[in-house]
């Protein structure tokens, strides 16, 4: 029996949508937290900066998306950072750091 054009048309908008759908409660969780929330790429890049890391860090996203971590003007724990990204590396998951340690230029301490 084949398909109609119509179902063939509306199933990958359906896939769309509910990708899109997806998307948007990803946004609204991460957009709710309450706590500093840096990702960073394998690479050491800095993929994602939320609100609360740019008022506490006093550091716009746009300054630092896309540049490595050490570019960021933050003193960080970087011997921690760096193993944590090895081991994501190594296991090609995520890892979670809490309560990472930094110092801003201005010598305001932090974590």
Known sequence: MRESGLKKKTEPR???DEVYGAYQRYQKLLTSLT???IVVKADGT???WNA???VELGI???EV???PLGECPVEWETPR???ALAECKKSDQPVRLDDVRFRLKDGRKGY
């Open 52 to 54: 609360i890391a740019e």
């Open 60 to 62: 716009a996203a746009s």
């Open 35 to 37: 706590s500093i929330l």
């Open 46 to 48: 800095i993929r994602y």
């Open 65 to 67: 998306l896309e540049r």
């Open 81 to 83: 950072i760096m193993k």
């Open 14 to 16: 359906k896939i769309k």
